[in-house]
Every structure is written in C-alpha cells, then in structure tokens.
C-alpha cells in the first residue's frame, strides 16, 4: 500500500444556536491559522481562488445565513473543511504528519473542546486507515493498492450492479444508523446524543481499549491504541475490529446486502421507548461470539423514564436465545432475515448458509420450547424469489438434507435436517415484512 502518512479528522455538531455557531466557526479559524498557512480557498467544490483571510472570514459569515454553505482551505498538502448544514457544522481536517506531530497535543485538546461544546460525534484517524477500510471504487483503490493487493479483497456489487469492494468486512468501515456515524478508528467521540441507539455504557464497558475518558456534557472519548499511524500492526487491527465487535456496529447497519455474516458480540432489540441488549462473554468475563458464550449480560434502557436495569447471568442459550419470536397457538418459534442477494457476487449463497448454520448447527439447553417447530424465515426482493438458487445451495451444504421444496403464491419453504435436527426455511417477499408483527432487532 502506498502511504500518504497524513491525519484525518471530523467533527459533527449538534444543531447550534446563534452564538454557538459562531463559536465553532471562529475555533476553526484559529486552528487553520495555527497549523499551517493556506495558500488557496474554494467554495461548495467550486473554482479555487487565492487565500485571504479577511474574505474567507466575510464569506463564513453570510454562509453560515444560508442553508448549506462549505468552504475548503488549503497549502497544497494540508486541507481544511467546514459546511454549515442548517445551523449545524461538520468539519473535516487533512493533515500533514509533521503537522500533526508539531501540534497534537492543540489538536487534540481542539476536538475534546469542540466535542463538549454541542457535538455530536468525531474521529481522528491515519489518513491511510480510513482510505483503506473506506474506499469502496476499485479504480481509485488502485491510486493506493496494486492489483495484487485488489484481488484479495472481498467484493459485491453496487446499486448500479458495478462490482466494487466489500468494505463492510473492514473493520474502520464508516456506516450510518437513523442518522448517526458509526465506526471504530484511533481516537473516537460519542455525545450523549448517543444514548438513543448505542447506551454509553455499552461503548465504557469495551475491554482492550487504550483509554476511555467521559469528557464534559456526558461525552465518551475511546482511543484505541496508543500510535494512529501504527493502525496496520496486525495487534492493532485486532484491538480496532474488538471494538467494533463488542459496540454491535455490524449488528446495527450494512449496505451490502447481506451483512458480515460473522456470530455477533452482542445483540440489540428496540421498542418504542425502550433499547435491550444482551452481551456475550467467556468464563474470564471477555468478549466473545454468541455460540462460544458462558456469560451473559443482559441490559433494557428506557428512554423515556431515564430507567436502566442490568442482569448478569451464567449458563447457556436457551431456544429463544435464537428463535426469538413465539407462536404459542401453532407451537412455532422463528426468527428472520431481510436479505438482497442482488448485491452479492453469488447470488446470496453465502449468505443463505452462514444463517441456515448459524440455526441449524447450534446446541441449546432444554427448556419450555422443546417441543416447538423452529423456522427461519428470509424476506427477499420479489425477484430474487423467481431465481432462488436451491441447487447451488444444497452443494453448499452437502451435510444438510434437504426436503421436498414447496412453492405457492406466498412463499417457497423446504425443510432441512442435520444430526435429528429440523429447521423449516421459508423464502418471501420482503413486502409481506410490514404485515408481520415483529419487535425490531
């Protein structure tokens, strides 16, 4: 990999009043100043124009009256952003290592400030880490990669059906949550804000960690290890890929169709006020996968009453553990997926066997259920339902028998055994998803 060496940073604010907004606008100003001098400005990606202070300081304030206004500065190898999106600020800094070497200690105090000043979330990260866990084109991947380093990358295909790279497999991969940025970098900042989707004792309680520090107004600052430009250290990676592992940000989003089809640290339900979790540990009390758990950690946080109730318990997975949701009248459990097969380069096999596994080859205590049929159910787009691979599958899986393959209007269902074992699989259209009554997972 060809390296730039250079820092990346971003902060998102909050919405800001009037007073706020200045606030954040002037404290860029003055840590551009401080860090380098820029030589050229451009506004909302438009012609470069010679850089003067006085007309960059005029401009930041009538844009800051406008609905989207952004401004970029430059000296050629450092760059600095700021877009006012209404009356709030995200802000983004490239910078050079001798930069940020000469000045760390400011730039850092500059994002704890700023962050407890009405932020929302920020990062700072080795410019190299985020372009290689985030650049899903393959041609400008080749900017950075040799074509040997390309190839063993995992791919799948765009909305545009273009074959591009995988980068859900990744573990600094930046996804997007109801509007939230979740990822896992060098030095990571989460607001209360927070608290709606990922509760902070969730991200406080992540084990090999460097440091966690609650900074002013209830913010969470996570720095992974101790040297961002070492992100490629095979340790480090373990530690940054721990960290996404254990906050459940591939439990919560991906936009590859089929997620990351790895067993799951730890797990989230949400209700109309209310967020449960259930968290997997070994017998030293570590972070584990589900299936190799001995501990579990069980949490319901209630939004609305401020309500918090943790349990801690020893055992094993019962039934419902996997099969969440219960038919009591047809002695049914079941649980779902909501696939598109559409963006994966094998028409969803893979997919397809890594949740039939992780349903099938599974041991649970006896427990009240027992007797119960156990379902999954994939809803798929409606034209993935005429070209399911059912062959392909069962070469796949050549240790599951499959039974007779049943199709109506509504579904297609077949029955597969292992070791005495059954579980009914159906596959339907994910517009009959609304109709069902389910909890969110």
């Known amino acids: 990999m060809i390296k730039t060496e250079k820092m990346y940073g971003l902060i998102q604010s909050a919405p800001l009043d009037e007073a706020a907004l200045q606030q954040h606008i002037d404290n860029w100003l003055v840590l551009v100043r401080l860090c380098y001098q820029p030589v050229e400005f451009y506004i909302d990606q438009q012609l470069k124009q010679p850089y003067d202070f006085d007309t960059v300081k005029e401009l930041l304030q009538k844009g800051k009256h406008q609905a989207s206004f952004e401004l970029i500065v430059t000296d050629g190898e450092n760059e600095s952003s700021i877009h006012i999106i209404e009356d709030a600020v995200l802000q983004r800094h490239l910078l050079t290592k001798r930069v940020f070497d000469s000045f760390r200690g400011v730039i850092q105090d500059y994002f704890d400030t700023t962050m407890s000043n009405n932020g929302l979330f920020a990062y700072l990260r080795a410019y190299d880490e985020f372009l290689a866990h985030n650049v899903e084109n393959i041609e400008k991947r080749q900017q950075f990669q040799s074509q040997n380093e390309i190839a063993l990358l995992p791919k799948r295909k765009n909305m545009n059906q273009a074959v591009v790279i995988d980068c859900n497999q990744f573990a600094g991969y930046d996804v997007f949550y109801t509007g939230y940025t979740l990822t896992s970098c060098w030095r990571m ?12 004792i969730i991200i406080k309680d992540t084990q090999q960690v460097e440091k966690i520090t609650t900074l002013a107004h209830d913010v969470v600052m ?13 340790v480090n990676l373990t530690y940054q890929r721990l960290f996404r592992d254990q906050t459940g940000i591939d439990q919560l989003a991906w936009d590859n169709g089929v997620g990351v089809l790895r067993e799951p640290f730890i797990e989230y339900a949400f209700g109309p006020q209310i967020i449960q979790t259930i968290q997997y540990q070994n017998d030293q009390l570590q972070p584990t996968t589900k299936r190799r758990a001995t501990h579990f950690v ?46 994966t380069l094998d028409d969803g096999i893979e997919a397809y066997v890594f949740y039939i596994r992780n349903h099938l080859d599974i041991s649970f205590s006896a427990d009240a259920f027992k007797d119960y049929a156990v379902c999954l159910q994939f809803y798929l787009p409606p034209e993935a339902l005429d070209t399911l691979p059912i062959d392909a599958l069962k070469e796949a899986i050549p240790d599951i028998r499959f039974g007779y393959v049943h199709r109506n209007s509504k579904y297609t269902r077949v029955t597969l055994k292992k070791d005495g074992k059954k579980l009914q699989v159906y596959f339907m259209s994910v517009q009959k998803l609304a109709q069902q009554q389910f909890m969110a997972k």
């Not at 401020?306 to 049914?332: C, H, M, S, T």
Request: charged content about 30%; hydrophobic content about 35%; aromatic content about 18%.
């Open 298 to 343: 069980t949490r319901s946080f209630d939004l609305v009453q401020q309500n918090y109730q943790e349990k801690r318990v020893k055992g094993y997975l019962n039934a419902q553990a996997y099969f969440p949701w219960i038919d009591r009248e047809r002695l049914r459990m079941m649980d779902y997926v909501v696939l598109q097969p559409e963006l």
């Open 189 to 200: 900042y989460f607001s209360a804000y927070y608290e709606q989707i990922m509760p902070s």
């Open 222 to 234: 996570v720095e992974l290890y101790r040297e961002p430009d070492q992100w490629d250290l095979e």
